[in-house]
């Protein structure tokens, strides 16, 4: 306490000794190593005191500017605190303290400097600074994210609620200074360097996952409006660096879904901020209207980069719908207008030149992953937007490039469309869009590569030909067919067989009379090209054998189908019995349920 040069010395020579716990790279996961620094029971007598006016002193010289004694100094003692939180069991004590306000006072003063900056006056003595901040942000992190559960979420590692619950130490308690200390980082930054905004970004993520208490009170109007407006102004780049202000947007976007899957694990007296506010101004960002936009800003690149963010956003929705609360998730997304916004990008992406198919392919992504497993969701798509209007969108957009159209698939399927045998028909809507499109498409090996997985899929178990039928795909299939001068004769005979299928199902005398006449050719003596198949196919359809040649059945395939029936009121005599024959179709297999409890039927 007397000789500051000793006091200097000494936390010289315990840095040194523990400097590999000096990380500070969020993106990088933490290391294990097997010793650890020392709980505070076990430094000198009354040092916590001393470093706490030591680190007093520096903030009341900041205003007048540091001396580089005292710079070097303050630095050294974020370094020590850095090092006594790689101790868990130190980060409670050390978090009661007042030196996380004290840092977060001289961060924020530095910040101010750094923003100050201009590309002219950027000079050698911004390195101090600077480094002092990024040591700052990792004492934060220390603090308020001691198992790192961020940087192994942004690894691509999500620990489940188990993992979490058994984490014995519990995050230090968010000083109340971080949410004005974020919200003023980002007033005025345009001069502030991007990897310190990934810095202050990634800090964020931190205290989100690294507790709900902290979480919940970090998440608040003003940090919600940051992240908006440093998500609006990713499409800006001006001549910064492509890759950092593309890394910082996947940034924000991250941190937005740990926002939203905090939210969702919470009651409605504990948040700041409704899910459904969040959305609102997400959407609205997402569907901003560039026609508003000066001449200057509306050039190809800004396109480019536009259309960029707008895809990471759509990719964005899906990771959010990836949670266990998905059935929640979905209902506010549907309150959000979510299908409208969707359907209206679609729309409004005519107007750019490029990269539309990209912006196609993430839209149908997320209006799959917000429809996954929901029959009411996909009720609501039906009624609000319907397949027959998204069918005339994708269509404007030009002629759809097999990514696009395995997009459709996999929406059918809820899954991955090549999985055939593993996954039936989820979204009957989407395959019936498909048919209708085969005629338009000019490419031959594009309306071969779908007949033929349609007819895989669509035959695979007697619940696809059920779903397919009751979805009249049979006329849609005889009215594809009409179009026979721009189909594939490979394709057409893919139909025919798929038809063959349907109709030994059901076909009703409706259906059957749309076949015949669609043998008819304006020259009599001249036979219809699909006569050979088309007959082919009608005896398949007439051809019963074995148990397949039922004709009237209930189909008991949902987990909740039954048959009810009136009670007996009089019974006739001492008992009675009953006779039925059960068909057990192969069950599809949800390679997200293979390892829980399988379900089985029962007779009662």
């Known amino acids: 306490q007397k000789d500051p040069d000793y006091l200097k010395l000494w936390l010289d020579s315990f840095v040194s000794s523990y400097e590999q716990f000096l990380d500070l790279d969020f993106e990088k996961l933490p290391t ?20 706490r006016l030591q680190l007093l002193q520096c903030v009341q010289k900041m205003s007048d500017g540091l001396e580089e004694q005292q710079q070097a100094l303050s630095l050294l003692l974020v370094k020590f605190f850095i090092i006594l939180c790689r101790n868990l069991a130190n980060v409670e004590e050390i978090g009661m303290c007042s030196y996380i306000n004290h840092v977060i006072t001289m961060t924020t003063l530095y910040i101010q400097q750094l923003k100050s900056k201009t590309k002219e006056k950027e000079v050698a003595d911004q390195t101090p600074m600077e480094e002092f901040v990024r040591h700052a942000l990792a004492f934060c992190e220390s603090l308020y994210d001691p198992y790192r559960n961020w940087r192994q979420r942004i690894a691509g590692r999500f620990l489940s609620t188990v993992e979490k619950s058994r984490q014995k130490y519990k995050p230090a308690s968010l000083t109340v200074e971080f949410v004005p200390f974020f919200y003023q980082c980002f007033q005025e930054s345009e001069h502030l360097k991007e990897s310190l905004k990934c810095c202050l970004l990634h800090l964020f993520g931190a205290i989100v996952a690294g507790g709900q208490r902290n979480a919940l009170q970090a998440v608040s109007p003003a940090t919600m409006e940051v992240l908006m407006r440093v998500l609006a102004d990713c499409d800006n780049w001006d001549d910064r660096n492509p890759e950092e202000v593309s890394r910082k947007a996947e940034l924000t976007l991250k941190c937005l879904t740990e926002v939203v899957h905090i939210l969702l694990t919470s009651s409605s007296d504990q948040r700041q901020v409704e899910t459904s506010t969040i959305l609102e101004n997400y959407f609205k960002l997402l569907n901003s209207d560039h026609s508003a936009l000066p001449n200057r800003r509306r050039c190809r690149q800004w396109e480019s980069r536009f259309i960029a963010l707008q895809i990471q956003m759509l990719n964005t929705i899906t990771a959010m719908l990836d949670c266990t609360d998905r059935p929640v998730l979905q209902a506010i997304f549907l309150n959000s207008n979510c299908f409208e ?12 030149q490029g990269h539309l198919d990209c912006l196609a392919v993430s839209t149908i992504q997320a209006l799959t992953a917000v ?6 969701a996909k009720e609501v798509f039906k009624e609000r937007i319907g397949y027959a209007h998204m069918y005339e969108v994708l269509k404007s957009l030009g002629q759809p490039s097999r990514e696009l159209l395995e997009e459709l698939m996999n929406m059918a399927v809820e ?9 039936g028909i989820s979204n009957v809507q989407p395959l019936l869009l498909l048919i209708q499109w085969l005629p338009e498409l000019e490419s031959h090996d594009l309306q071969i590569f779908i007949s ?23 006329i849609c299939i005889i009215e594809t067919l009409n179009s026979h001068s721009v189909l594939h004769c490979t394709c057409a005979e893919n139909l025919i067989a798929l038809l063959g299928s349907l109709g030994s199902q059901s076909m009703g005398s409706e259906e059957l009379l749309q076949l015949i006449q669609l043998l008819r050719t304006e020259e009599p003596k001249r036979a219809h090209p699909y006569v050979v198949p088309v007959m082919r196919a009608i005896l398949a359809m007439a051809r019963k054998q074995g148990i397949a040649s039922a004709l009237q059945y209930f189909n008991l395939y949902h987990s909740m189908a039954g048959i009810a029936v009136p009670s007996i009121h009089k019974w006739p005599g001492s008992a009675f019995s009953f006779n039925a024959w059960l068909c057990l179709d192969q069950d599809r297999v949800d390679p997200s349920t293979t390892s829980k409890t399988g379900k089985r039927k029962q007779l009662y």
């Open 32 to 51: 294990r190593v097997d010793d650890i620094p020392p709980g505070i029971s076990l430094l000198p007598d009354n040092i916590l005191q001393v470093l």
């Open 341 to 352: 916004h969707l359907i209206r990008l679609l729309q409004n992406c005519k107007v750019f």
């Open 371 to 376: 429809m996954h497993k929901s029959p009411a």
């Open 415 to 423: 899954g991955d469309h090549m999985a055939v045998g593993i996954l």
């Open 452 to 474: 033929s997985w349609l007819r895989q899929i669509c035959c695979i178990n007697r619940q696809s030909r059920a779903t397919c039928v009751n979805a009249n795909m049979v």
